[in-house]
Structure formats: C-alpha cells, structure tokens
C-alpha cells in the first residue's frame, strides 16, 4: 500500500461494517488524531451536525440538542422532504467517560437499540469502534431495512464546508 | 474479513450433519413447519428445533412464526440481502466517517496552529 500522505488519510483508512451476531452491528474506523480530538468531534453538537447528518440526501438537522455526560439526553430532528413531519431521535446517554467512551440510548422506538462507541488511542492516531445492539434480531432487521434508503454516497455540502473552514 | 470467516465456520459446522442437510434439501422442495420436519426425519420436536436453530444461525433457513406454526424456509435469499444490506451501512458509514476525519484533520491542525501562537 502506498505511504499516506497527511490530510489523504480517508483514502487509505477503511470504513469496516460488520453485524457481529443477529444483534449487534459493529463500525470501526481508525483517525489519525488523539483520542480528545476525535471525542470533541463526537460530543460537541456543534461539530457532531458537521458531519453526522446526510445532508446530501436532502436531510436536514433541524435541532440538536446533546447533553453529553452521563445521564444527560439527546434529541435530534431531521426533516426529509419526503417525510411528512419531521423524525426526532432520542434518549439517554447512560454512560460518558470523557475521550474514551458514550452510550446512549435509543428511545424512539419500543426496541431500540444501545449504542455505544468507543475511542481508543495508540501512538496518537485513535481507533472508533461504533457499536449498536438491538434487543432482537427482528427489530435490528427492521432498523436495517430502513435505515439506509436512498443516504448519500458522500457528504459533498460537508466537505465543501469543511474544505472552507480549513 | 472476520465476519465471514465467522459465517463460513458457522455455515460448515451447521452442513457437517446429515440431519441438517436433510432439511436442506427438503427445504429446496418446499417450506416446511417444524413439526413436519420433524416427523419426516423422526425426531422429536425439540431436536428438529435444535437443528433448524443451527441452520439458522448459520444463514442458511429461516423460520417464521404464523399463530402456533413455525415454517422454515431455505435461506440463501437472506444471505444475499444481508450482503447487500452491509453494502449500504458500508456506504453510509464511509461517507459519515470519511466526513469526521476531514473534521478532525481540521481540529488537529487547529490545535497545532493554537499551541504554536500561544509559545510565540
């Protein structure tokens, strides 16, 4: 593989989706930042809209409000246009460790899921793994069928955005 | 590929039985509940259950229960739909993820530029 060169680092590390069992899905990714960089990025509502919402789907954050420590709860609005009204997630963060960990709950549904990520650092680059367990494979099935119609390819709005910030 | 190599043992383990490729190859011809399988290889229902839940694991059947009847069907439709399914989340995530490293890339040189004002 050829030497990355810094800023290219999306090229070469790789996105792994896996469905552990007929529970859980895992998404591991590594970021080559310390762990405190990559957890800011996550916590903090104003850069979490940055890069979390397929906005080139034509979805739009319409509120995000995170309270990120540990009994704190979220609540995030998306409108579509092809949703009648607009679609809130949330719930409950059950358990922050700053830089290293956040679970949260997911309580818009009766079966939601329990999300956890973590943030492992080594040599300053840092390993994310994103981890969801439904509490029955159905309502994991059900969550997959869904969830991931028509999502964009890429984040064009948030790399031009980001791309100007920079 | 962990998650395959997984599946892979998972689906040899459930084809090492003769039972199991009995259902199999029962199921090519037709759904069938459980309890018909179960009489068909005679078994008692709670080994026919075992089996079946083996296969399923494995991928390879799926059950539906409809009132008090569970009916297997033959499950390579559903592997094929979860490849196609783990496509997408991979599409979906590469583009969230690819979008927080360019973010985070940002962050860092921010903090280095930072750091390196306030030492000046």
């Known amino acids: 593989m050829p030497k990355a060169k810094e800023g290219s680092s999306a090229a070469t ?4 989706v896996e469905r552990k069992s007929d529970h859980e899905l895992v998404v591991t990714r590594m970021f080559d930042a310390p762990a405190h960089i990559v957890f800011e990025a996550w916590s903090n509502p104003e850069l979490f809209k940055l890069w979390w919402v397929p906005k080139s789907a034509g979805m739009s954050l319409v509120s995000c409000d995170m309270d990120v420590r540990t009994g704190g709860a979220y609540r995030l609005v998306f409108s579509h246009p092809a949703f009648d009204q607009p679609m809130a997630f949330f719930g409950t963060y059950r358990e922050v460790t700053p830089n290293k960990r956040i679970a949260w709950t997911n309580e818009e549904s009766d079966e939601g899921a329990v999300t956890t990520v973590t943030f492992e650092e080594d040599a300053g680059k840092t390993r994310v793994t994103f981890h969801e367990r439904y509490p029955t494979e159905a309502a994991l099935d059900e969550a997959l069928a869904g969830s991931a119609e028509g999502l964009p390819e890429q984040f064009a709005q948030l790399d031009e ?3 100007d910030r920079s | 590929m962990v998650h395959y190599q997984a599946r892979l043992d998972a689906t040899f383990a459930a084809l090492s039985d003769v039972t199991r490729r009995g259902v199999l190859e029962q199921l090519g011809d037709s759904d069938a509940s459980i309890t018909d399988l179960a009489q068909r290889f005679r078994m008692t229902l709670t080994g026919m259950k075992k089996h079946v839940s083996i296969l399923e694991q494995a991928g390879l059947v799926t059950t539906e229960k409809v009132g008090r009847v569970r009916t297997c069907t033959l ?9 196609a399914w783990i496509e997408r989340h991979r599409e979906l995530w590469s583009a969230r993820f690819d979008a927080l490293d360019k973010l985070v890339d940002h962050l860092k040189r921010k903090e280095k530029a930072d750091a390196q004002s306030k030492r000046r």
């Open chain 1, 13 to 16: 590390n790789r996105t792994v």
């Open chain 1, 161 to 163: 955005l980001l791309a």
């Open chain 2, 75 to 83: 499950g390579r439709r559903r592997l094929e739909e979860e490849a």
